[in-house]
């Protein structure tokens, strides 16, 4: 019985530790995420009026919710425009970064000036900076204009396929500027594979190509897994994509007000939850296939 | 008959020499045994990598020539990168306009504190998430992976009740009080950084300290901090880098007092606009009168976070690898 006793009191101090540890979080957690989160769920189910003794609710149910997706004429579309959109860029920011990442992971003289320069995007790409620079047209890719390459695409493959291909090529800056720490992250995934490996492999035979094939890819796919989801995050929660300044000018105007944006909001927040459960899924049935999650 | 002599002698000639031992040598400097150690690869390599490295490099450069220009020069279409004399004019004008030392200071409090306050608070939470035990761990980590998701818009105007309440509203205490409490900007992910690293280090440290009668708190504080120091140094850069140049909290939290640098250049740019009584093919945005002091302020903007660069990517790089995020 004492015993016992001993071992519940061992099991709750360890406990205790672990929840003081915790504090700091739980504190800043509840005040600044779960209450705030809460607080818009539940204005996004109310008409809420900005009166001069503070909010005025008025209990809607899922009328905001049904407005946005029957009433509202521009948000569905804009929403379905950039989902369309991201979902061809974040491939392409993972395709560029693996890339890039495989140039900067082979031993060449002048490596490290070369990684210091490639990975500039990781200061600059949050900032106003950025935004100003391509305000001014500096973040063009400068052979396009150069070359006229405009004209030559829509010439040689037709105006449907110019279409979108000339929309992701005027995109290339954000694919560049964007895969900052992507690359960041695939570089350190490499040293997790080990060189024996490679050189088992090699003494078995295979060429690099196979080796690639083989060994790199297989090994590398969590971190894409990793890097596809940093990558969504980054997108969706940058403060200045057009979706955002919808909600974000919905919020301040009368018709509509708070209680709408929010139902607004949370439809885009439910989309992303959604990509990045497909991410999720995709990449853990890839890993479970090779025999082990690490 | 001797001309089909001849040309089968040089055929000859020539087989023989691709089975030699020479070409057998040029070969392999040139292809290399594997794909990446040829000259040939090297040389695609290095091409690649210079044209991309332009395209990276190409803004900043075009922003530095900007910047010193002068209106004559911009307007002039022969002058494409070096202007015709170096005109400091703009970034005395951007000085001016960013209320430079000022902003910069406001600027520095908020990022230092911030992302110092940040290591700690979050290394806190990912030792407990790596190695203490405690029923709801799972929870946590679960509630830590969606804040990370959250997109700001969902919680803005909520947080401005609570900070107007309170009355944090323009003082920096809007970043600094949820940074101390591990939510600061992008908190979740370093959470995550410090949680993957505690969990690649070697557990018998831990039980030898307790062995000798450390407590949790002295163990964590004294071994644990102390070993952490890559990521330490990765979480702390981004961190720092990340509040210099964040713009959207402050535009909502800090708009009457205490303005950033990057609110700053915003204000700054409309008064660039509604000043230049004649604009310049307006909308398109390349207006030759703001734009000399525009790329001045924002070389101004990006000097400081650039200089620690210089000095510390050696830790972006190699820290990252290190810090067994990766694991």
């Known amino acids: 019985m004492s015993r016992q006793k001993g071992y519940w009191s061992f099991r709750l101090k360890d406990y205790g530790t672990g929840y003081l540890f915790m504090l700091p979080w739980a504190i800043g957690f509840s005040a600044f995420v779960g209450f705030p989160v809460g607080w818009s769920l539940f204005n996004s189910f109310n008409n809420v009026r900005l009166t001069n003794d503070g909010f005025k609710y008025e209990w809607v149910g899922l009328e905001n919710f049904r407005r946005v997706l029957t009433e509202d004429n521009i948000y569905p579309i804009q929403l379905l425009t950039y989902f369309q959109e991201m979902l061809l860029i974040i491939p392409l920011i993972l395709i560029f970064s693996f890339f890039v990442s495989l140039l900067l992971n082979q031993r060449l003289p002048g490596r490290s000036l070369i990684r210091a320069i490639f990975f500039l995007p990781v200061i600059f790409a949050t900032g106003q900076v950025l935004m100003e620079l391509f305000g001014q047209g500096a973040g063009k890719l400068p052979f396009i204009a150069q070359y006229n390459l405009d004209g030559v695409i829509r010439e040689f493959v037709g105006p449907r396929i110019a279409e979108p291909l000339l929309n992701v090529l005027s995109k290339a800056v954000i694919i560049l500027w964007y895969s900052g720490v992507q690359i960041l992250i695939f570089i350190a995934g490499y040293q997790t594979i080990s060189r024996s490996v490679y050189e088992a492999i090699r003494i078995d035979g295979a060429t690099p190509w196979e080796s690639f094939w083989k060994i790199t890819l297989p090994g590398m796919i969590p971190f894409i897994g990793l890097n596809a989801i940093f990558t969504v995050v980054d997108l969706f929660t940058f403060p200045f994509n057009p979706v955002m300044y919808t909600v974000r000018d919905n919020m301040f105007r009368p018709q509509t007000g708070y209680g709408y944006a929010s139902a607004q909001a949370w439809m885009y927040f439910l989309l992303i939850l959604f990509l990045l459960g497909a991410v999720l899924w995709i990449t853990y049935r890839s890993v479970i296939k090779r025999g082990g999650f690490r | 008959m001797r001309i089909t002599e001849g040309y089968y002698q040089v055929k000859m000639n020539i087989r023989q020499y691709m089975q030699s031992r020479q070409a057998g040598r040029v070969k392999k400097v040139l292809l290399g045994q594997n794909l990446n150690d040829g000259w040939l690869a090297k040389v695609l390599i290095y091409f690649l990598l210079a044209v991309i490295a332009f395209l990276y490099l190409q803004p ?53 504190s911030c992302s110092l306050l940040q290591v700690i608070s979050c290394a806190i939470t990912g030792y407990a998430l790596a190695r203490l035990r405690f029923p709801g761990k799972a929870a946590a980590f679960i509630l830590i992976i969606i804040t990370f998701m959250v997109p700001p818009q969902i919680t803005i105007i909520p947080m401005y009740t609570i900070f107007g309440k309170l009355g944090w509203l323009n003082t920096p205490l809007v970043f600094i009080i949820p940074a101390m409490f591990a939510q600061g900007l992008r908190g979740a992910l370093f959470i995550i950084i410090f949680r993957q690293f505690f969990l690649t280090q070697p557990k018998a440290l831990e039980e030898a300290a307790k062995m000798d009668g450390a407590s949790a708190y002295r163990l964590f504080f004294r071994i644990m901090l102390p070993l952490a120091r890559p990521a330490i140094i990765v979480v702390f850069l981004f961190s720092f880098i990340w509040y210099w140049n964040m713009y959207y909290e402050p535009s909502m939290f800090l708009n009457k007092e205490f303005l950033p640098l990057s609110l700053r250049l915003n204000l700054m740019q409309q008064e660039l606009m509604g000043n230049s009584a004649i604009n310049f093919n307006a909308g398109v945005g390349k207006d030759p009168i703001s734009e000399g002091p525009k790329m001045a302020a924002a070389f101004l903007i990006i000097l400081p976070p650039l200089i620690i660069y210089t000095f510390t990517q050696r830790w972006f790089s190699e820290g990252i690898e290190r810090t067994g995020l990766v694991e």
């Open chain 2, 60 to 112: 900043l450069f075009y922003m530095m020539s900007t910047m010193v220009k002068s209106v004559s020069d911009l307007i002039d279409p022969v002058v494409q990168w070096i202007p015709r004399k170096l005109h400091g004019q703009n970034l005395a004008d951007a000085w001016r306009g960013l209320h430079y030392p000022e902003a910069f200071t406001n600027t520095l409090v908020i990022a230092l």
